[in-house]
């Protein structure tokens, strides 16, 4: 049975600014909603509330404290009353069953004192108005709008104009510009690789992109990954000679000279990580075996350098979430985790998506690198990939180290997993027989 997380849901409405509460009680109605995990929560939530209230959008996630149950803020665009339920004025009073701060949240988006241009009450209709004006196109109801994500100063939300024309408006909070600015630059340097740009609003960090198709999620076609191959091969061979750019637009530095120094900290980590597993499911690695993985993942950084493979572009992220696909190409969305570095540590990402397809993409991804590199060069960093590519997720970028994320128990046990992959593709990368450069 699939597992459920909880969530709190209060109604705001978009025109008069007021709460909704229960005729009965008088205070604040809370809706309890129950989402599948690992589903968008942000869109469950549109879905679900959306059957009582129509045009119905999440405008914010509350703050809260651990332990406790999040709390979505949504607006309706109808102010629709029951004989259950009505639109008042906001009280701290009525929003009791609330935390302190949780009501104070209200109150500042109520009164407009969020200062967050994107995570405000009314914004879906600003955003409606913006995609019009960027299209040439009228846009009669937000009925057919789909939000995907909300909440401090993030946004997802396809639109379909009236024409039928499907475009997607996203906007990055403080934590992710970098996106922004790394998707700028690629779009200059390989747009037929990525979903074509209309427009950008630059105070709410957002642009507004065309529809690029299903994600490879939804299509699930073998020639979907051969098309994948391809756009992923272009578009780091367009961006060998923009490294220094992409790094100076925010994207991670995973070139072997900064992954080096990183390899003695994430030891230390792993091994005292291991030493701190409860369950029983699977066997601890030992510190020996640990430390053979960072001797494996320095000795694969000095053979990259030794290789001389060129650095490009990454994707940390990429999944098949990520991959959007038509009848006749795939473009690659979603830069939030973009880096640079040994460019066949992304290629592994997609292997790893179909393994029964990852034959067929090895002699694509070779083929369309055999004007830069040799035979020999391409096979040796197919083998090193995997390990590098593990200790790329693992160390992300690498902000992690020294904070109280090293004791937390599910990232604890996250790490412990990628550590047992990362051990497994150090034998194999060094096992007697394997390629050696």
Excluded at 359 to 366: A, F, G, K, P
Aim: proline residues 4%; neutral net charge.
């Amino acid at each position: 049975m699939q597992e459920l997380v909880e969530f709190r849901v209060v109604v705001v409405s978009a025109f008069s600014r007021q709460i909704l509460v229960s005729r009965k009680r008088g205070n604040l109605e809370i809706f309890l909603l129950r989402i599948p995990r690992g589903s968008r929560p942000v869109r469950k939530i549109c879905q679900g509330m959306r059957d009582l209230y129509g045009e119905a959008f999440v405008v914010d996630l509350l703050p809260y404290e651990p332990n406790t149950i999040p709390c979505f803020v949504v607006e309706s665009y109808i102010d629709h009353q029951s004989d259950d339920w009505r639109f008042t004025n906001y009280t701290r009073s009525a929003c009791g069953a609330l935390s302190g701060k949780e009501s104070d949240a209200i109150s500042d988006l109520l009164e407009n004192r969020t200062h967050d241009s994107v995570s405000c009450i009314g914004w879906m209709a600003l955003a409606k108005r913006w995609v019009e004006e960027q299209t040439r196109d009228t846009i009669s109801t937000l009925q057919c709008a789909e939000q995907h994500n909300a909440g401090r100063g993030f946004a997802l939300v396809r639109f379909v104009t009236d024409s039928r024309r499907q475009v997607w408006l996203k906007a990055v909070g403080p934590s992710n510009l970098r996106e922004l600015s790394v998707t700028r630059l690629l779009a200059v340097s390989s747009p037929a690789q990525l979903p074509a740009i209309i427009g950008e609003r630059p105070e709410w960090n957002g642009w507004l992109m065309d529809d690029a198709g299903k994600t490879m999620r939804e299509c699930n076609e073998p020639t979907a990954l051969a098309a994948a191959t391809s756009c992923l091969a272009a578009i780091q061979l367009a961006t060998r000679t923009l490294v220094e750019r992409l790094i100076d637009a925010g994207a991670t530095d995973y070139r072997c000279n900064r992954l080096l120094p990183a390899i003695a900290p994430v030891t230390a980590f792993l091994i005292d990580a291991m030493r701190r597993q409860v369950s029983t499911r699977s066997q601890p690695l030992s510190e020996t075996e640990v430390m053979e993985i960072g001797i494996g993942v320095r000795r694969a950084c000095e053979e990259v350098e030794e290789l001389q493979i060129p650095d490009t572009l990454l994707n940390n992220d990429l999944n098949s979430g990520n991959l959007l696909v038509t009848d006749d190409r795939c473009v690659i969305t979603d830069w939030c985790e973009a880096g640079v570095g040994m460019p066949f540590v992304s290629f592994h990402d997609l292997c790893r998506m179909n393994s029964e397809c990852s034959l067929e993409m090895r002699e694509i991804y070779s083929r369309l690198w055999q004007d830069y590199l040799s035979s020999k060069q391409t096979k040796r960093a197919l083998a090193l990939a995997p390990l590098l590519s593990i200790f790329c997720k693992l160390h992300g970028r690498g902000d992690w180290l020294g904070t109280d994320t090293e004791m937390k128990p599910w990232f604890q046990s996250y790490a412990r997993t990628l550590a047992r992959e990362m051990h497994r593709s150090v034998r194999e990368a060094f096992a007697p027989g394997a390629i050696q450069c």
